[in-house]
């Protein structure tokens, strides 16, 4: 460090699979493997990262042999690439969660009538189905599927128009409301954010409510989300691991509120927060696991959000890439892989 | 003459000055800052504060502004935020990319706009000339990014004569005939727009120069045919055509942002966008000056261009 100054984070070195050879900027970074890697050989001699940002060009050097390994597959390239015989489609489910946030503070959504209304007119199954072309799985809550925390009883909200109109009727909007949705261009884990809230968008139209829909880009979609002046907005949470807490505690727990913590549904339920404080007092897993459970439960009745899905994860290699394997914390491992 | 390059070229300070005052202006009032983008969605308050007073994004922004003068005019222009790499370098390394890619595009934009300028307009209503018209008007109509991604569709992916992306092959290559191959799609794809509109500038200055009482005292004298079109007709026609070459030149610069983004191209196009999404302020500054500097170069090159084309005119 002395020696680099502050170009020190440049000379990289470590005791990993691979060694740091070169970084052209922009083209590309080079990585040679390390002979003397303790845990096993690795069989890859070198590895060649390139950013490569427009999807269809991604797509093409894959499908002309230029590259062995894309992540992020775009979901309309999807079919594409299962039928091309060329590339094989890996997918897992990811740490994600992709939520349309409501602000629970705001007339007319402290009304939880009105909040279930909204889950219950989302048509959740066409968004993953049309929009996302099946990367994604539809989501309960905010706990990931098949983690130790998860109230596994629990079904995602049917999509039913008419009971949603009933339940504006009963809150007292027999004729909806109009509202607005905050929606980023692009942004972290957020998946194919305008289409999937234009379809949200007119799913809400057909009950009634008018949504008027505001595109951001990513940084001044963060900054805005600050002002608390927020309605309706589509947003996505990365777990750092399986722990219910991880999720649950920053996004929904009174105490988080935005702009001191990413509560930025300014969700308050007063049992739920008393449930999630219990948690972390206790070191039993399964006791844990059970608070976790009845809040989940809580969230069903009293939803924060409208619950969308939870993204699973693509990449696609050539077909001579062996032992590649999506790792479910998004990095990129290609220390397993090793040509044919 | 002398003089007057001087002045320009003081002239240049200004400019610059300007430029970098009101891109600086424009990056502070957009929303958002580097430590939020930085630190994502996940970040508390006290993580972002933290972050900003480190980056010395809390003092007033004359005095960020200031500070950073200071650097310019020491000949460093700060480092990168998201980086952490000196701007300077950073920038002229890929401006040498964006150099290759605007000044091949603009090549064939100029000798390809000339060309069918010159054939149009030597057989005006011509089938050619026909023809060269409704090419102008897809060529103008159609979007970078569309363009280069149905060229990419075609010769890369179902034809398989080019690659798709970068600036060389990932494992060897590296020598100019790797780079050709590299830089032909987005080379065609950066032209297109600016062909056509070279092309009908050549063809309506040249019908006119071709219409002069000289041209026909030239084809009396008994002149060959190529010499009138060319020494005499395209040599008097050049004024208003290298005007607006070197407007294209800038458009290019600019255009290239796109081209880029869709070919993979490291140009310091692809680094400005990294940089404005990330609000690396200091990189983004390093980015304008050197493409507003190019600008500012070109125009004064275009003007010394005019005196040596028609030698009526003077720089006093």
């Known amino acids: 460090m002395k020696k680099f100054g502050a170009d020190y984070a440049l000379q990289p070195v470590g005791t990993g699979p691979f060694k740091y050879?070169?970084?052209?900027?922009?083209?590309?970074?080079?990585?040679e493997k390390n002979p003397s890697y303790w845990r096993y050989p690795v069989k890859l001699d070198r590895v060649v990262y390139r950013p490569i940002v427009e999807?269809?060009?991604?797509?093409?050097?894959?499908?002309?042999?230029?590259?062995?390994?894309?992540?992020?597959?775009?979901?309309?390239?999807?079919?594409?690439?299962?039928?091309?015989?060329?590339?094989?489609?890996?997918k897992q489910v990811g740490a994600h969660v992709w939520y349309l946030g409501i602000n629970n503070q705001k007339k007319p959504f402290e009304?939880?009538?009105?909040r279930q209304a909204l889950n219950y007119a989302v048509n959740k199954e066409a968004i993953v189905r049309d929009v996302l072309k099946g990367t994604g799985s539809l989501s309960r809550g905010p706990v990931l599927p098949a983690t130790w925390g998860a109230e596994s009883s629990l079904k995602p909200y049917p999509y039913d128009p008419e009971r949603a109109r009933k339940l504006l009727a009963e809150a007292g909007y027999p004729n909806g409301f109009s509202t607005s949705l905050w929606v980023p261009e692009s942004g972290s884990g957020m998946q194919s954010p305008v289409a999937m809230s234009t379809v949200i968008q007119s799913n809400l139209k057909a009950v009634g409510v008018t949504v008027a829909l505001a595109t951001m880009e990513w940084g001044a979609y963060l900054a805005k989300l600050r002002t608390k002046e927020q309605e309706l907005f589509a947003l996505s949470w990365m777990a750092g691991n399986e722990d219910p807490d991880m999720v649950m505690y920053?996004?929904?727990?009174?105490?988080?509120?935005?702009?001191?913590?990413?509560?930025?549904?300014?969700?308050?339920?007063?049992?739920?927060?008393?449930?999630?404080h219990q948690a972390r007092l206790v070191t039993d897993q399964g006791k844990r696991a059970e608070l976790y459970r009845e809040a989940q439960r809580i969230l069903v009745d009293d939803p924060p959000w409208i619950f969308i899905d939870h993204e699973i994860q693509t990449a696609a290699h050539a077909k001579r890439v062996q032992g590649f394997k999506l790792h479910p914390s998004f990095d990129l491992r290609v220390e397993t892989i090793s040509l044919k | 003459m002398r003089r007057y390059l001087v002045r320009r070229l003081l002239l240049l300070v200004p400019v610059l000055l300007g430029v970098s005052v009101i891109i600086f202006m424009v990056l502070h009032l957009a929303p958002g800052d580097p430590a939020e983008i930085m630190l994502g969605s996940q970040a508390t308050q006290a993580d972002l504060a933290r972050l900003r007073a480190e980056l010395g994004l809390t003092e007033p922004l004359s005095v960020q502004y200031v500070r950073w003068l200071g650097l310019v005019a020491r000949g460093d222009l700060g480092r990168s935020i998201w980086m952490k790499r000196p701007v300077l370098a950073e920038v002229l390394g890929r401006f040498k990319a964006t150099l290759v890619?605007?000044?091949?595009?603009?090549?064939?934009?100029?000798?390809?706009?000339?060309?069918?300028?010159?054939a149009s307009a030597t057989r005006p209503n011509s089938l050619l000339d026909r023809l060269s018209a409704v090419a102008s008007l897809f060529g103008a109509s159609m979007p970078v990014f569309w363009l280069g991604i149905v060229l990419m569709v075609i010769f890369a992916l179902w034809l398989g004569w080019l690659p798709a992306s970068g600036m060389f092959s990932p494992y060897g290559g590296g020598d100019l005939r790797d780079l050709l191959l590299h830089l032909a799609l987005p080379a065609v794809t950066l032209a297109a727009a600016s062909v056509t509109i070279i092309a009908r500038l050549t063809r309506s200055t040249m019908l006119e120069t071709l219409g002069q009482d000289y041209i026909r005292t030239a084809r009396a004298k008994g002149v060959v045919e190529r010499a009138v079109v060319l020494r005499h007709g395209l040599k008097n026609a050049l004024i208003p055509i290298v005007t607006v070459v070197g407007v294209q030149a800038g458009y290019l610069l600019g255009g290239a942002v796109l081209t880029e983004t869709v070919f993979a191209w490291p140009g310091v196009g692809t680094l400005m966008v990294q940089g404005i999404l990330a609000r690396d302020f200091p990189?983004?500054?390093?980015?304008?000056?050197?493409?507003?500097?190019?600008?500012?170069?070109?125009?004064?090159?275009?003007?010394?261009?005019?005196?040596?084309l028609d030698p009526r005119i003077r720089y006093e």
């Not at chain 1, 050879?21 to 990585?31: F, K, P, T, Y």
């Not at chain 1, 996004?251 to 999630?276: C, I, V």
């Not at chain 2, 890619?101 to 010159?118: N, P, Q, Y």
């Open chain 2, 101 to 118: 890619l605007t000044g091949s595009a603009l090549l064939l934009s100029t000798v390809g706009g000339l060309a069918l300028g010159i």
């Open chain 1, 21 to 31: 050879v070169s970084w052209d900027r922009g083209q590309r970074v080079v990585l």
């Open chain 1, 55 to 90: 999807d269809q060009a991604r797509l093409t050097e894959l499908l002309t042999g230029s590259l062995d390994l894309i992540v992020g597959v775009p979901p309309d390239f999807v079919g594409q690439l299962e039928t091309s015989g060329k590339a094989t489609l890996r």
């Open chain 1, 111 to 114: 009304d939880k009538r009105v």
């Open chain 2, 283 to 308: 990189l983004v500054q390093g980015c304008v000056l050197v493409v507003a500097l190019s600008f500012v170069l070109i125009n004064l090159g275009v003007d010394l261009l005019y005196a040596w």
């Open chain 1, 250 to 276: 920053p996004l929904l727990h009174s105490s988080q509120w935005t702009p001191l913590g990413p509560n930025r549904a300014l969700y308050k339920n007063a049992r739920f927060d008393e449930l999630l």
